[in-house]
């Protein structure tokens, strides 16, 4: 049963970069099928996509984010990894990392992680 | 940017009412479109993509339709376990998801 796990520190100062790791677990992350991706979700709000990546290291990142984010993949490991610099309180979210499929299907989610920004 | 909208934001039904949702994206997706369900403290679940095909182990009494800009989520008989907050999602261009609709008891 494919499992993933998120962790990271819950708090981060402003101005700082924010540093996740999604460890998979049940299978390979090299899996030729999926692509690899972080979703963010503030207290209280909506879903945001934040970016997507192959184990190849393609990638693809929310534009509105694009300038602030780094999505790499540690295939030895099995887990990839998220950093966004430069946060805000704005940032403030639970990060959740997730199985993408079928090119922007999210169909197993780890249980997310609260990133808190504050000083 | 591809906005989606959702309504209404909020929908208070009763365990049997059929229940619809609406979705709009602000210029066509075909049929690109995914829901999904989020219960309080959960990841959110898959239950339709491509418009209107269900996700294993989903139950029937969920269904999806629509194309182009305008799409719906339809729950037949609502149970007590779909009381929860629905998102549609575009998979178009970018992935954008709606702002959600919650589901709560009459």
């Known amino acids: 049963q494919l499992q993933l796990q998120e962790s990271g520190p819950g708090l981060v100062k402003p101005s700082e970069t924010l540093s996740l790791t999604c460890n998979v677990s049940?299978?390979?992350?090299?899996?030729?099928?999926?692509?690899w991706g972080w979703i963010r979700q503030p207290p209280g709000k909506g879903l945001e996509w934040i970016g997507s990546?192959?184990?190849?290291?393609?990638?693809h990142y929310n534009p509105s984010l694009k300038s602030r984010v780094t999505i790499s993949v540690d295939t030895s490991e099995n887990h990839f990894s998220l950093k966004l610099s430069s946060v805000t309180a704005a940032d403030t979210a639970m990060y959740y990392c997730?199985?993408?499929?079928?090119?922007?299907?999210?169909?197993?989610w780890g249980q997310g992680t609260l990133v808190t920004v504050s000083s | 940017d591809i906005q989606m909208t959702q309504s209404p934001s909020t929908l208070s039904a009763s365990v049997g009412d059929r229940v619809t949702i609406t979705c709009r994206a602000s210029?066509?997706?075909?049929?690109?479109l995914a829901w999904y369900q989020q219960k309080p403290g959960k990841a959110p679940k898959l239950l339709i993509y491509?418009?209107?095909t269900l996700e294993r182990g989903v139950p029937s009494r969920f269904s999806g339709s629509g194309s182009g800009t305008e799409f719906t989520l339809t729950i037949s008989s609502l149970q007590p376990d779909d009381f929860a907050t629905y998102y549609c999602?575009?998979?178009?261009?970018?992935?954008?998801f709606g702002q959600g609709t919650k589901v709560e008891i009459k």
């Open positions: 997730a199985k993408e499929v079928r090119a922007g299907n999210f169909d197993f």
């Open positions: 049940g299978g390979s992350i090299s899996s030729s099928s999926y692509y």
């Open positions: 990546m192959y184990y190849s290291g393609t990638t």
């Open positions: 210029q066509s997706i075909s049929s690109w």
């Open positions: 491509k418009a209107s």
């Open positions: 999602q575009q998979n178009n261009n970018y992935w954008t």
